[in-house]
C-alpha cells in the first residue's frame, strides 16, 4: 500500500500529459482542405490610347521567356515573345547566335519583314519599324485599328485580351471527398482550356505563322478573316480589305503567287496574282484538326494533328496534289505521331513531331514518303522550323536549335538558344 | 526536405546501431489502432480505427531516457503510410510492477507503397507528410528484466496529400507556373490531417 502510494504521488507529470489527453481526446476529428488549381485564360480589358501614349524604348536583348513565333531575315533571326515584343539575334554565324536587342511591343504575337522594315502587330494595331540600321531600331508608322476584331467598346477604345494563369482556390471539405475533385476537373477539362492559342509557337518561314508578304501585300489571318495591306510603300501600309474564311484560321503560307492558309477543318487556296484582291480558288476540305501547310509546285504537305484547340482531329501528314489548284485531291495520308510544323527543302520534308522528336523524309516520290523515312530525331522534341540558307532552324522545348541540313539524311547540331521556360511539346 | 530528413534518419539509425554495440540499445515493439472521427457532408461524423504497428529503436542517454528512430506502418482508409521518424522514451518506476512511459515521436510518414495511377489523361497519386505522436502509458514488468510490456494512450497527428490532376490533352502549352505542374491543366491537392487517439500495446527489449 505504502509502495502505491509513493508511485502516485511521483507521478504528477503522468498524470498532466493523461489530462492534457483527455481534454484533445474530443479533438480527435480529421480535417481536409482542397486546393484546385487549373489553367485559365482571365480576360483583360486594355485601353489603347494608354497602350498608344506608352514609348517603345529598344532595350539590350533580355533572355528568351517563351518563345513565339519566329522570323529569319538576312543574317538575323526576330524571335517573338507572345505579348510582349520582339528578341533580335544576330545570326550570321548559326553555330553562334548572339543576342542583340529586344523590342518592346505590348500585345505582339506575329512578325513580317519587308526590305528593312518590320512589320509586327500590337493589339488592334499594326506597327511598322525601320530596321534597316538594326543597332538604331525606330517605329515609323502605327496603323490604328486594323485588327478590331479586340474591340469590345470602340467608343472608349477599350480591347479584350485574355492572359493565360493559374488559379488556385481553396476549400475546406469533407474527408475522403473525392466527389468534389471529379466534378471540379472535368469542368476545367471541358472549360478552361479557352483561348491561349495567341501564344503558340511558329513562324514566318515556317509554316505556322499568321503574317506573311506577297508581291509587295502583307496578308493577316486572324481566326476568322484574311487581312490585307498593301505595302508597296514599305512604311507606309495601306489597309485595303478583309476575307471572311469562317472560324479556325491557323496559318498562312506563300507559293508564286498563291496563298494557302490552314484552317481547323480544311485548307483555303486563295490566287493572288492581282495582290490587293485575292480570289478564292478552293477549299480543300478534312477533318477537324489543326493544319499547318507547306508547298511546292505540284503538292501540298499538310500535317494534321490532335491539338487543345482541335481534340478531336488525327495526326497524319497529307499529300495534296494541287496541280489543279482549283481541284485540290488528297493523294495519300500518312500516320504520324503528333505533328506540328513542317518545313519542305527541295527534295526533303521535316516534320516537326511534337514531344516525340522531329523527322526527315525524301518526298521526290510523294506516294512512297514512308519508306523513305531518312532520320527521325527522337531527342529534338520540336514544334516548327524554318529551312534556312545557312541552318535548319528549329523550335523546340530547348528553345531555338539550328542544324546543319547541307546533308540532308544527316542533320548536324550547330547551336541552341536556350529559353528560361521552355515550350511543353 | 525529404532528403534532408532521410539522411538524418540513416545518421541517427547508423549512430544507433553503433551505440548498440556499447550495451545501451533498447527496442520497442507496439501493435495497436489508430482512432479516428471522419466528418460527413451533412455535418455528422463517423468513426474510424486503423492498425498501427511501430518499433522503436533507440539508445540509452540517461538510465529512464532513450533516443532512436521509429519506424511503422499505418493502415488508414484510402492509404497506407510508413512513418519514419525520431523517438525519446522515458520511463519512471521500471523496477515496480507497474511503471510509467512517456514517449514522443516526431517525422515524416512516406506514402511510397501507393502507386501513382494513370487512365487515359487522368493520373492520381499519394505523397505523405509529417506526423507527430505523443503518448504516455504503463509498463508492466515481464518478471524477466530487462524486458517489459507496455500500454500506451497516445494522440497522433499525421499530415497527408492525395493529388489528381488532368494532363493537357494536347501537351502543346507554353505555360509554366510553379503551382501546377508540368504537363497539366488542372490538379487538385487534398492534404489530410489525419488525428487519432491512438491505443497501442507493445514489449519493449
Known sequence: ?425 | MKKYFLSIFLICFYSTILMAQSGQFMHQFELGILRGNVGNWDGSTMSRTNLSIQSFHGARITENQSVGITLGYDRYEQMDLVPLGFGWRGFQHLDKKVGLLGAFDLGYGSAFLEKRQREGLFETWYEGGFFFHPNIGLTFNAGKSPSYYTLSLGFKRQIAHYFSGFLDPSGENSFNSPLLPRGFSSLTQETYYLNSLSLKLGLVF
Not at chain 1, 505579348?83 to 539575334?89: F, Y
Not at chain 1, 495591306?229 to 476575307?243: A, G, R, S
Not at chain 1, 495582290?275 to 499538310?302: L, R
Not at chain 1, 489548284?325 to 520534308?349: E, R, T, V
Request: glycine share 6%.
Open chain 1, 1 to 425: 500500500m505504502k509502495e502505491r502510494l509513493q508511485l502516485i504521488v511521483s507521478w504528477p507529470v503522468f498524470f498532466i500529459l493523461a489530462a492534457i489527453l483527455f481534454i484533445t481526446l474530443p479533438s480527435c476529428q480529421d480535417e481536409v482542405k482542397s486546393t484546385f488549381t487549373y489553367r485559365a485564360s482571365i480576360p483583360v480589358f486594355l485601353e489603347m490610347h494608354s497602350i498608344r501614349e506608352a514609348d517603345i524604348i529598344i532595350q539590350p536583348s533580355l533572355g528568351l521567356d517563351d518563345p513565339g513565333k519566329i522570323y529569319l531575315y538576312e543574317d538575323f533571326l526576330f524571335i517573338n515573345e507572345p505579348q510582349k515584343g520582339i528578341h533580335i539575334w544576330d545570326n550570321a554565324n548559326p553555330s553562334n547566335p548572339s543576342p542583340l536587342s529586344f523590342i518592346p511591343i505590348p500585345g505582339n504575337v506575329d512578325l513580317a519583314i519587308n526590305s528593312g522594315m518590320l512589320y509586327a502587330d500590337s493589339y488592334v494595331d499594326l506597327l511598322v519599324f525601320d530596321i534597316s540600321d538594326i543597332f538604331n531600331i525606330s517605329l515609323v508608322k502605327r496603323v490604328e485599328d486594323v485588327f478590331e476584331q479586340m474591340y469590345v467598346d470602340r467608343s472608349t477604345a477599350t480591347i479584350i485580351t485574355y492572359k493565360d494563369t493559374v488559379i488556385t482556390t481553396e476549400s475546406e471539405i469533407a474527408p475522403w471527398g473525392r466527389g468534389w475533385s471529379w466534378v471540379l476537373a472535368f469542368s476545367d477539362a471541358s472549360s478552361g482550356n479557352r483561348g491561349a492559342g495567341a501564344s503558340q509557337s511558329y513562324g514566318q518561314g515556317g509554316s505556322m505563322a499568321r503574317f506573311t508578304l506577297l508581291n509587295a501585300h502583307l496578308y493577316a489571318v486572324d481566326e476568322t478573316s484574311l487581312r490585307v495591306f498593301d505595302v508597296i510603300k514599305t512604311d507606309e501600309p495601306k489597309h485595303l480589305l478583309n476575307i471572311n474564311l469562317g472560324w479556325g484560321i491557323e496559318t498562312i503560307f506563300p507559293f508564286q503567287d498563291k496563298l494557302f492558309i490552314g484552317s481547323n477543318t480544311g485548307m483555303h487556296i486563295y490566287d493572288a496574282s492581282v495582290a490587293s484582291e485575292p480570289k478564292e480558288m478552293a477549299v480543300y476540305q478534312h477533318v477537324t484538326a489543326c493544319d499547318p501547310v507547306v508547298v511546292n509546285e505540284k503538292y501540298a504537305f499538310v500535317t494534321l494533328r490532335t491539338g487543345r484547340m482541335c481534340p478531336m482531329g488525327v495526326d497524319e501528314l497529307q499529300v495534296i496534289d494541287i496541280q489543279n489548284p482549283y481541284s485540290p485531291k488528297l493523294l495519300k495520308a500518312y500516320p504520324m505521331l503528333n505533328p506540328h510544323g513542317l518545313a519542305l527543302s527541295g527534295d526533303y520534308l521535316y516534320v516537326a513531331e511534337g514531344k516525340h522528336g522531329m523527322k526527315s523524309f525524301l518526298v521526290a516520290d510523294v506516294l512512297a514518303i514512308d519508306q523513305n523515312q531518312l532520320e527521325f530525331l527522337k531527342s529534338m522534341p520540336s514544334v516548327d522550323m524554318i529551312p534556312g540558307p545557312k541552318s535548319l532552324i528549329v523550335i523546340g522545348p530547348d528553345g531555338v536549335c539550328q542544324f546543319d541540313y547541307s546533308t540532308p539524311d544527316a542533320l548536324n547540331p550547330l547551336s541552341c538558344i536556350k529559353v528560361k521556360k521552355p515550350v511543353i511539346v
